[in-house]
Nanobody, 122 residues
């Protein structure tokens, strides 16, 4: 599965962006799909994940971000509202079969997109 992330950009605090992750070569199928983010000098951190039955969010984005998947388009989106400067990062989409207790660990995902930069200005 090849993943292509898009939708990043520059936005003012309080604004919104919608990231999209498109899969090619194979469908997402029953893989768990997730978004992570990373800033220079820090580890990749969990943002949100969607299994075939549930969604999971980091506390820092709960209530502001929504992860969704469109089986027909073979995409996974991340709607980001009420953005804050601390949301600034490169956002990566991932897919894989992590065990539920390990959803927040990027090592559980075998497929990654190239990353898209989100910059939130204050």
């Amino acid at each position: 599965v090849q993943l292509q992330a898009s939708g990043g950009g520059l936005v003012q605090a309080g604004g919104s962006l919608r990231l999209s992750c498109a899969a090619s070569g194979h469908t997402f199928g029953s893989n768990t799909v997730a978004w992570f983010r990373q800033v220079p000098g820090k580890e990749r951190e969990f943002v949100a994940a969607k299994t075939t039955s549930r969604t999971y969010y980091d506390d820092s984005v709960k209530g502001r971000f929504t992860i969704s998947r469109d089986a027909a388009k073979n995409t996974v989106d991340l709607q980001m509202n009420s953005l804050k400067p601390e949301d600034t990062a490169v956002y990566y989409c991932g897919a894989g079969r992590p065990i539920l207790s390990n959803l927040r660990n990027p090592l559980g995902y075998g497929y990654w997109g190239q990353g898209t930069l989100v910059t939130v200005s204050s």
